[in-house]
């Protein structure tokens, strides 16, 4: 095994594979860390990175399917490329649908699995990245006043600062004032912004 390190995981029984991916990808800017069974894989303290899986599915011990389903058990949603030297449709269709990125047969065409790997990389740090936008955005919202909080739904439900003033029984001045602080607080830069990280963050409209 490899030390550790974030990039390409490959999980793969056979000695030469792992060596032949391990040449693959070192060219590029991820690290490979390779792994002879599904075991080993869990057992290592993985780096919160972007990383991607790229795993045989006929191994001893637990299979590259099984595998798979213990991560997302587990809540782990690390991007997955199966490789396989037999031609197994069922087992093809049921990884895919449990979200495996790919499913390459073996021998794989490496430029293939490079770019699916590179794909499913990037994919994922901006996958990653949205989350750490949206949950800063829901600690900020956390920190608006009750009034704020109010104003604030009210223009994700697109009403315009005087019937909000209206609804409220307070001065349009003062809406505005509210709306201010909802603004600076939230870090966004327009309505459509706000609206937009609302929907995104899973907050009510009402």
Known sequence: MNDPGGGVFVVDDDPSVRKALARLFQPTEFQVHTFETAQEFLDYPRPD???CLVLDVRMPGLSGVELQERLIAHDADLPIVFMTGHGDIPMAVKAI?????DFLPKPVD?????QTVADAIASYA???????????????IESLTPREREVMSLVVAGMLNKQIAKKLGIAEATVKLHRGQVMRKSGVASSAELVRRCEQAGLSRT
């Open 49 to 51: 990175v972007p990383t």
């Open 97 to 101: 649908k449990a979200g495996a990125v």
């Open 126 to 140: 901006a996958k990653r990245q949205e989350s750490a936008e949206l949950a800063e955005f829901r600690t900020r």
């Open 110 to 114: 490496k430029q293939r699995l490079r």
